[in-house]
């Protein structure tokens, strides 16, 4: 059985850097084509892609915020860590790690399931 | 960025009902290489984090009921609950993974009994 639970602070204030950790089970990062994304969702409003990190080490970011995501993986520990720097109140979002799975017999892509239950992170001074 | 264009915005069903979401891609997501629509959909219940439905536009998830299905080719597509259930009252999104440059989601839709 796969998953995932994410971890960090409730609230962070306008221009600090937020740090949010995916603690995972039921898979493996050592290799290949399994990764973790984070996705983001404002109250009320719909998800929003931030960034994925495969076992082959592949990382892909969101272009539009590119400069203030890095997001890393520490196999011995099964977790995905996700840095966000110059934090801003429109940031404050609902932020979910999300399994990228293989399919036996099929290909893999960048479809999320499952999910963790998500974190809720304010920003506000 | 690939947008995904969803309508209606909600819609309140009957039980027992079909219930049809359709979800628009401003570019084609079908891959000419392997004739595979690169689109996902989700289902997102009240307080609950998004569940994976469907990919690859019509390949249903394991797990997932067969009274849900994905239609569609190219930028048109559509996720049918045949019998909606109480248990189908949720926002659904659909997800290109067409692209990582950016990966996008529409807007959702709410579906509600009537």
């Known amino acids: 059985q796969i998953t995932l639970k994410e971890s960090g602070p409730t609230l962070v204030k306008p221009t600090q850097t937020l740090t949010l950790t995916c603690t995972f089970s039921?898979?493996?990062?050592?290799?290949?084509?399994?990764?973790v994304g984070w996705i983001r969702q404002p109250p009320g409003k719909a998800l929003e892609w931030l960034a994925l990190?495969?076992?082959?080490?592949?990382?892909r970011y969101r272009p539009s915020l590119r400069s203030r995501l890095t997001i890393t993986k520490d196999t011995s520990k099964n977790q995905v860590v996700l840095t966000m720097s110059d934090m801003d109140p429109v940031d404050t979002a609902t932020y979910y790690c999300?399994?990228?799975?293989?399919?036996?017999?099929?290909?893999?892509?960048?479809?999320?399931?499952?999910w963790g239950q998500g974190t809720l992170v304010t920003v506000s001074s | 960025d690939i947008v995904m264009t969803q309508s209606p915005d909600s819609l309140a069903v009957s039980l027992g009902e079909r219930a049809t979401i359709n979800c628009k891609s401003s570019?084609?997501?079908?891959?000419?290489?392997?004739?595979?629509?690169?689109l996902a959909w989700y289902q997102q219940r009240p307080g609950q984090p998004p569940k994976l439905l469907i990919y690859?536009?019509?390949t249903r998830e394991p797990g997932v009921p067969d009274r849900f299905s994905g239609s569609g080719s190219g930028t048109d597509f559509t996720l049918t609950i045949s019998s909606l259930q109480a248990e189908d009252v949720a926002v659904y999104y659909c997800?290109?993974?067409?692209?990582?440059?950016?990966?996008?989601f529409g807007g959702g839709t709410r579906v509600e009994i009537k």
């Open positions: 999300a399994h990228r799975p293989c399919p036996p017999n099929d290909d893999c892509n960048n479809w999320f399931g499952p």
């Open positions: 039921g898979f493996s990062l050592n290799s290949g084509g399994v990764g």
């Open positions: 990190i495969l076992g082959d080490d592949t990382i």
């Open positions: 570019q084609s997501v079908l891959s000419n290489s392997n004739n595979k629509n690169y």
């Open positions: 690859w536009a019509s």
């Open positions: 997800q290109q993974h067409y692209t990582t440059s950016p990966i996008t």
